[in-house]
């Protein structure tokens, strides 16, 4: 399992869709390296002005630098947050074969 840390690890790009809305959306880009149902990413939330998260969407992407589809399939999570003091932790499942990369969408306030 690897820690892929916005602002740190080479690939991570996180970016603010809403900026000066009451509800933060975040788009994360991981790399090809991120192994879905292995790695975590770690964001911030105080980094985008935000405490809190209200949810999280994961797409993979079918083929590198391309189509995004959603992770996981009925009855599989795409992933589990949790938050302690402003730091988000997301641990990815559902998806264990992709290594091409993705999205998640952050909503958080």
């Known amino acids: 399992m690897v820690d ?3 602002g740190t690890t080479a690939g991570v790009v996180t970016k603010e869709v ?3 809305a009451g509800l933060k ?7 090809a ?4 149902g292995t790695d975590n990413l ?3 939330l105080a980094d985008y002005g935000a ?3 209200a949810g999280v969407l994961g ?16 009855g599989v999570q795409s992933g ?22 993705g999205t998640l969408i952050i909503f958080a306030f």
């Open 51 to 53: 405490a809190s998260v």
């Open 18 to 20: 809403t900026p000066n």
């Open 33 to 36: 390296t991120f192994v879905w």
């Open 80 to 101: 589990t947050t949790a938050v302690s003091s402003t730091t988000l932790t997301f641990t990815s499942s559902g998806c264990a074969a992709n290594t091409k990369g």
């Open 42 to 44: 770690i964001v911030d």
């Open 59 to 74: 797409f993979v992407e079918t083929t590198a630098g391309s189509v995004t589809v959603p992770c996981g399939t009925a």
């Open 4 to 6: 892929f840390t916005d």
């Open 25 to 31: 959306i975040l788009q994360v880009r991981v790399p």
